[in-house]
């Protein structure tokens, strides 16, 4: 495990739609390379040789980036890791990056956050929406940047109350 972990990022549900199949893959090759475990939500579903560990849902909604990310966090600081591999939809990335660097920074944590260059080489931007998806904003670019924006510009203390 040598001081690494994974963090990987659902984009829509359920766990069968192409983009969390994805991101599953990706996770599961790097989780594999690095011999490190998976920190992650229900709808990303990996073999079952790597270790994993899932974030707690409450009643079936899924959790914000930020609450994925501060439990990322604290499951890397307990088992001690210096770097966390971050795997999500690329739409989705640029947001998950900013909100594990937020949560080691609130934890007082030193660790390093790396996005997975797979993300990028294998699938396109529009690759990652699904129109199977149960979350509507996840099924097309247009519902997706509506929401992303507004979410990406908000000062940081709002979004923290948005995202709970």
């Not at 599953?24 to 390379?33: D, W």
């Not at 990310?69 to 890397?76: F, I, M, N």
Request: hydrophobic fraction near 40%.
């Amino acid at each position: 495990m040598a001081g690494k972990g994974i963090v990987a990022f659902a984009f829509g549900t359920p766990e069968n739609i192409s983009s969390n199949q994805y991101i599953a893959r990706i996770a599961a090759f790097k989780a594999m390379g690095f011999k490190a475990p998976v920190y992650t939500q229900s709808d990303i579903r990996l073999p079952s040789d790597i270790p994993v560990t899932y974030t707690e849902e409450i009643s079936g909604e899924p959790p914000s980036t930020l609450r994925i990310a501060r439990g990322a966090v604290q499951w890397a600081k307990e088992l001690g890791f210096y770097e966390l591999w971050t795997v999500a939809a690329k739409p989705h990335l640029r947001r998950c990056i900013r909100d594990m660097k937020r949560a080691i920074r609130e934890s007082g944590a030193s660790i390093q956050v790396q996005a997975c260059e797979e993300i990028s080489i294998r699938y396109s931007y529009d690759a990652w929406f699904c129109k199977n998806s149960t979350q509507a904003r996840t099924r097309t670019k247009t519902a997706w940047l509506k929401r992303e924006y507004i979410l990406r510009m908000m000062p940081f203390f709002i979004y923290k109350h948005v995202a709970k």
